[in-house]
């Protein structure tokens, strides 16, 4: 079985460049996350998508990231424009949600990560 | 809100010897989840271990072992018989199954093991 897929590994721009990642997790993985995780730190949620619904943006900083999950499968995190703060590691993870079961343990599946650094 | 604390920053054992690897959590719901995640130096998030709320005997998995003290809101990791592939980023996460599903994460202890 294929992991969680992102691309590109490594991405160098200049500040107010634009950038967009990519991800394409775990086939019959209903839910997608994107995590922002700084050097040192650990990850923190940017957004959940259930299918196609983004259920969870609270942490998204909506002026510059933006975020989609065509049909329910892969997505796209974008920032424009991307400032100094935003270099860190970019992660994609997946999970199937099948309700609160003996057993069910939830995990999230990462992808690699992109790693992105604003000069 | 919930809040998971790791705090040790670092940890150094001996190839062979066991560690233990400190979580605390804080959450108000009565229904949630606890993860240990590995990182190496690669990059990518391995999961370790995971243990529920309700389960009344400490997770297992290998060489991996948590001891949940509910009551004490800890669900600290032990390796055992430590390898040097195990050198890695260790996060403690959490999920709470009542309110929502984010997982949340502690700020990872790195662990280094010595020939």
């Known amino acids: 079985e294929a992991g969680v897929v992102q691309s590109p590994r490594y991405k160098i721009i200049e500040k107010k460049q634009p950038v967009a990642f990519w991800c394409n997790p775990i086939?019959?993985?209903?839910?997608l996350y994107w995590y922002r995780q700084n050097l040192g730190q650990g990850p923190e949620l940017l957004i959940r998508?259930?299918?196609?619904?983004?259920?969870?943006d609270s942490q998204l900083p909506k002026d510059r990231f933006s975020a989609e999950r065509l049909k329910g499968v892969d997505s796209t995190l974008k920032i424009q424009p991307a400032e100094l703060g935003d270099s860190a590691v970019y992660l994609c993870?997946?999970?199937?949600?099948?309700?609160?079961?003996?057993?069910?343990?939830?995990?999230?599946?990462f992808g690699e990560g992109s790693r992105l650094t604003v000069l | 809100a919930q809040k998971i604390t790791q705090t040790q920053p670092g940890m150094f054992v001996q190839e062979k010897e066991a560690v233990t690897l400190d979580c605390t959590y804080d959450?108000?719901?009565?229904?949630?989840?606890l993860f240990w995640y590995k990182q190496p130096s690669s990059g990518e998030m391995i999961f370790l271990i995971y243990?529920?709320?309700?389960?009344?005997q400490n997770a297992t998995e290998g060489r991996y072992s948590l001891n949940f003290q509910k009551a004490r809101k800890s669900a600290n990791l032990v390796i055992s018989a430590s390898q040097l592939g195990d050198s890695a980023m260790y996060f403690c996460?959490?999920?709470?199954?009542?309110?929502?599903?984010?997982?949340?994460f502690g700020k990872g202890t790195l662990l280094t093991v010595n020939p």
């Open positions: 086939s019959g993985h209903n839910t």
């Open positions: 993870a997946s999970s199937v949600y099948r309700g609160q079961r003996e057993g069910h343990t939830g995990e999230l599946f």
């Open positions: 243990q529920g709320s309700y389960d009344e």
């Open positions: 998508y259930e299918n196609e619904e983004a259920v969870d």
């Open positions: 996460a959490m999920r709470n199954w009542g309110s929502n599903y984010k997982l949340t």
């Open positions: 959450t108000s719901d009565q229904s949630y989840g």
